[in-house]
């Protein structure tokens, strides 16, 4: 909670917060599809994706439909695993560096 109300406290954070759901959403379905942004790049680039599985706002399920990403779904995370699970997102990231060599 401490981490979160000091992203809060962030400038334009009070500002840019309000704007995120007209961008990000269509009434309440997601007007983006997030695993088509993320293949995009065509394998030009590795791509990691860290998500929680109890995501309710992006379904983890577009996480498994990022071709030729890394995936690391953690359990028992929502939207923020970050925040959640700080350690095993940190471990998947230190996962993908090490492999990346």
Excluded: C, F, N
């Amino acid at each position: 909670m401490d981490d979160l109300l000091a992203y809060k406290r962030l400038d334009g954070v009070d500002e840019s917060l309000p704007a995120l759901p007209g961008t990000l959403l269509d009434g309440d379905a997601q007007r983006g599809d997030s695993a088509a942004a993320l293949t995009a790049p065509g394998g030009a680039m590795p791509v990691t994706v860290v998500w929680g599985r109890a995501d309710r706002i992006i379904p983890a399920a577009q996480a498994e439909s990022v071709a030729g990403a890394v995936r690391h779904l953690i359990d028992g995370a929502g939207h923020m695993p970050q925040m959640e699970r700080p350690a095993e997102v940190q471990a998947g990231i230190e996962e993908t560096i090490a492999r990346a060599g």
